[in-house]
């Protein structure tokens, strides 16, 4: 599921799970949501604020690779979509009965 380039800069390492997807997953079929980019985005802003070269290699891979790979397979996010989101981020007594 990684480009190549994305491997390198990662030392070739992936998650075994991600990998294990990429595998039974390719191209049209593996979509992004909006929240996933909002991710992507702060993740990359903090990391360049931490260090500016670190910074431009992922904002190149998000924009070169990410984005361009996913053009027109970027899911956009509705209210439903957000709070069912939400209910996924927060587990056990918050939630309630």
Do not use: W, Y
Not at 11 to 39: D, H, Q, W, Y
Not at 65 to 91: C, E, G, M, N, T
């Amino acid at each position: 599921m990684s480009c190549p380039s994305c491997a390198e800069r990662r030392g070739g390492k992936a998650a075994k799970n991600v990998a294990r997807m990429g595998v039974r997953c390719r191209g049209p079929s593996l979509f992004l949501s909006t929240i996933t980019i909002l991710e992507q985005e702060t993740g990359v802003l903090l990391a360049a604020g931490r260090d500016r070269t670190q910074g431009a290699v992922l904002r190149a891979g998000l924009e070169d690779h990410v984005l361009a790979a996913f053009s027109q397979r970027i899911l956009p996010v509705d209210v439903a979509v957000a709070q069912r989101a939400a209910k996924l981020q927060v587990s056990g007594p918050a939630l309630g009965p």
